[in-house]
């Protein structure tokens, strides 16, 4: 029983040096995910009917900002039929530290994305921006957005023909006080029929709040 004992007690000694060890491996130098990366690509291809989801490089790192975890992923491509679908470059999460060890929830702080490239089969898949539903109030309780610091997608490309070129549309979210202050601009079609969407917002922790959003 006593040989037991200390075997069991050994055990759990050696598996908390580990967990220090692999904490500070984190926080020091980040740690790559790469044996997770084609059993996670599979678990979201099932979120992608008729499709799949392709995931390229990956290091789980450590915020300083939140006392956290923070995910840095170099590409993420979803395919859909043919070839098209989106792929998204230079991708950084933050998890919120204050959620996690105050609440014991798992909520987003910080999501920023360089570059992401729409590809559908073609350009006129996407609807013109006149016609697209606009959201016209908040309502109902959205209580992960008061851990939100800042999303950001700072280059929006929509493929047409072979290119894909930057023109200036992106999307930025980020906290003021209390609120969210988002704005969006967004420029895509054919150079004969183009279409555009350019929206301002101010949201509240309840998810109301007010938004300004000019089509054409």
Same mark, same amino acid.
């Given at each position: 029983?006593?040989?037991?004992?200390?075997?069991?007690?050994?055990?759990?000694?050696?598996?908390?040096?580990?967990?220090?060890?692999?904490?500070?491996?984190?926080?020091?130098?980040?740690?790559?995910?790469?044996?997770?990366?084609?059993?996670?690509?599979?678990?979201?291809?099932?979120?992608?009917?008729?499709?799949?989801?392709?995931?390229?490089? #990956?290091?789980?790192?450590?915020?300083?900002?939140?006392?956290?975890?923070?995910?840095?992923?170099?590409?993420?491509?979803?395919?859909?039929?043919?070839?098209?679908?989106?792929?998204?470059?230079?991708?950084?999460?933050?998890?919120?530290?204050?959620?996690?060890?105050?609440?014991?929830?798992?909520?987003?702080?910080?999501?920023?994305?360089?570059?992401? +490239?729409?590809?559908? +089969?073609?350009?006129?898949?996407?609807? *013109?921006?006149?016609?697209?539903?606009?959201?016209?109030?908040?309502?109902? !309780?959205?209580?992960?957005? !008061?851990?939100?610091?800042?999303?950001?997608?700072?280059?929006?490309?929509?493929?047409?023909?072979? *290119?894909?070129?930057?023109?200036?549309?992106?999307?930025?979210?980020?906290?003021?006080?209390?609120?969210?202050? *988002?704005?969006? !601009?967004?420029?895509?079609?054919?150079?004969? #029929?183009?279409?555009?969407?350019?929206?301002?917002?101010?949201?509240? !922790?309840?998810?109301?709040?007010? *938004?300004?959003?000019?089509? #054409?």
């Amino acid at each position: 029983m006593k040989r037991m004992l200390r075997i069991i007690s050994g055990s759990l000694v050696l598996l908390a040096m580990l967990a220090v060890l692999l904490y500070g491996t984190i926080r020091t130098f980040g740690l790559p995910l790469g044996f997770l990366t084609e059993p996670l690509s599979v678990v979201l291809t099932t979120f992608v009917p008729e499709g799949s989801v392709d995931i390229d490089s #990956s290091r789980l790192g450590w915020s300083a900002e939140n006392n956290f975890f923070a995910l840095s992923i170099g590409k993420l491509r979803i395919r859909e039929a043919a070839e098209a679908g989106v792929l998204a470059e230079d991708i950084y999460i933050e998890l919120s530290g204050p959620a996690f060890w105050d609440e014991g929830r798992i909520a987003l702080s910080k999501a920023i994305i360089e570059r992401v +490239t729409l590809m559908p +089969t073609r350009v006129n898949d996407l609807p *013109a921006a006149a016609g697209l539903l606009v959201p016209t109030g908040g309502g109902g !309780q959205f209580e992960a957005l !008061q851990y939100i610091s800042e999303i950001a997608v700072r280059d929006i490309r929509v493929k047409s023909g072979e *290119a894909a070129v930057s023109n200036g549309s992106h999307l930025l979210m980020i906290r003021k006080g209390s609120r969210l202050s *988002a704005s969006l !601009q967004i420029e895509y079609g054919t150079p004969d #029929s183009l279409s555009s969407i350019i929206g301002t917002a101010e949201i509240g !922790q309840d998810g109301g709040g007010r *938004a300004e959003v000019a089509l #054409s």
